[in-house]
């Protein structure tokens, strides 16, 4: 069964905008990554934020978690066109840390 | 460095038909996983491994096998293919605790 779920599903926005996308998971995690993935390619890590850390930065992306509510969101700031891509939000439920589960995913589109 | 690579990139299998996929990573990754992507879906995890000689199921194990005989390779194999198994598969690879690299994906249809 899929612990993220992220929402919305499709974002357009204008370039120069900025794109927040949420995730909300069912279980304890260790901790929640999120991923892009161009069309038709392999997914690329974006950030990984662990269960102890409320935010995290990276470049024009800050993530936040809120494991009170079991959720998180993805903001990306100034959107670009090349930042057009699906992204996704997996959590570590495994005490391995490989055992990723998947959402769904949101389609992220920027127009010029 | 090639980070982890996959192969083939596409495959074409009449039901019944066995197959291995191959995954391979050269930067001395502990981890290792398999994942499944259908369409207006998230990844499904197939299979991982934290190392030689390791492995255990993930979400969707059924028609599938792997092994782990080196930290390097990861291969899974399809023992009966069938056309639920039509799919993007891809391969992943991480430290501990860390993100996982991604492979290319390799795309199986099933007929």
């Known amino acids: 069964s899929q612990q993220g779920e992220e929402d919305p599903q499709a974002l357009s926005i204008q370039e120069g905008e900025n794109a927040t996308m949420n995730c909300s998971y069912k279980t304890s995690i260790n901790n929640l990554q999120w991923y892009r993935q161009n069309s038709g390619r392999g997914l690329v890590h974006l950030i990984l934020?662990?269960?102890?850390?409320r935010e995290k930065h990276s470049g024009r992306l800050r993530v936040t978690l809120d494991t009170s509510k079991k959720s998180s969101s993805l903001l990306i700031t100034a959107s670009r066109a090349a930042d057009t891509a699906s992204y996704f939000c997996a959590t570590d439920e495994g005490q391995a840390g490989t055992a990723l589960i998947f959402g769904k995913g949101t389609t992220l589109s920027v127009s010029s | 460095n090639a980070g982890v690579t996959q192969t083939p990139k596409f495959q074409v299998l009449k039901t019944g038909q066995s197959m291995t996929l191959q995954c391979a990573q050269d930067m001395n990754h502990e981890y290792m996983s398999w994942y499944r992507q259908d369409p207006g879906m998230g990844l499904r995890l197939i299979h991982y491994?934290?190392?030689?000689?390791?492995?255990d199921q993930g979400e969707v194990p059924n028609g599938y096998n792997v092994s782990r005989s080196t930290t390097e390779d990861f291969p899974l194999r399809l023992l009966s293919a069938a056309p639920s198994q039509t799919s993007v598969y891809f391969c992943?690879?991480?430290?501990?605790?860390?993100?996982?690299?991604f492979g290319p994906g390799t795309r199986l249809t099933v007929t």
């Open positions: 992943a690879s991480s430290r501990p605790k860390g993100g996982q690299y």
């Open positions: 934020i662990r269960s102890n850390e």
């Open positions: 491994s934290v190392g030689a000689g390791i492995t």
